[in-house]
């Protein structure tokens, strides 16, 4: 199915474990993001990638590890979770930064739980 | 950095009536967008609108980039219309969200 997907839906994970979270887009979509939604915070941003290879901190980026070998993936890594990282994770891509004429599309969620 | 408010951060509707929400920048307006986020959490880009007016059925947008604000409207509302609308402003790469405004519509 062509789209943006997101693996797995719920986590639960205990604290020092390392979890990594899938994200698979089908658009060939240059830029993908990574966000966390919590209460009170809105979405906020912890990494991006423009291109394959490229990554870069959001606002967000401590405690978390990116990596863009391929266009189409962009796994984000928990090296050690801590339950201040619970939260339901937002995986989006968009087609360019200087014409987003569909804007971003979001994946349906990641949410995950440390115990 | 950007600031992105939201107004009102709650509303609540009959079915059928009408509603604006607000969005103001602290910053320029950069390829804004509207999001709703469903109950069951799936984020839905509603409108791409940098500047002008753009309309979808009950909903339309309109972004003054100038006096930097953007208006969602929603007319004759409906209860799948409840849940969470976001705007969105670009910094950088990146989009930066407002808070939300949570709808719910009875």
């Known amino acids: 199915d062509a789209g943006i997907t997101q693996s797995p839906r719920y986590k639960i994970t205990e604290t020092g474990r390392q979890v990594t979270l899938m994200c698979h887009q089908t658009w060939s979509h240059s830029y993908m993001f990574w966000y966390r939604q919590d209460l009170g915070h809105g979405l906020r941003l912890i990494y991006y990638?423009?291109?394959?290879?490229?990554?870069d901190k959001g606002e967000v980026p401590d405690g978390y590890v990116v990596s863009r070998s391929k266009t189409e993936n962009f796994p984000l890594t928990l090296e050690s979770a801590t339950r201040s990282q619970t939260s339901v994770y937002f995986c989006?891509?968009?087609?360019?930064?200087?014409?987003?004429?569909?804007?971003?599309?979001f994946g349906s969620g990641t949410r995950l739980t440390v115990v | 950095g950007i600031q992105v408010e939201q107004s009102p951060p709650d509303l609540i509707l009959q079915e059928g009536a009408n509603s604006t929400l607000r969005c103001n920048f602290s910053?320029?307006?950069?390829?804004l967008q509207w999001f709703h986020q469903n109950p069951w959490g799936q984020l839905i880009n509603l409108f791409y609108i940098p500047s002008g007016t753009k309309q979808n059925g009950r909903l339309s947008a309109t972004t003054v980039a100038t006096e930097r604000y953007s208006l969602l409207y929603i007319s004759s509302s409906q209860t799948t219309d409840s849940g969470v609308y976001f705007c969105a402003n670009q910094a950088g790469t990146a989009l930066i969200f407002g808070k939300g405004t949570t709808l719910s519509v009875s």
């Open positions: 910053d320029s307006v950069n390829n």
């Open positions: 989006a891509s968009s087609d360019s930064q200087g014409h987003y004429s569909s804007g971003y599309t």
């Open positions: 990638s423009a291109a394959a290879d490229i990554t």
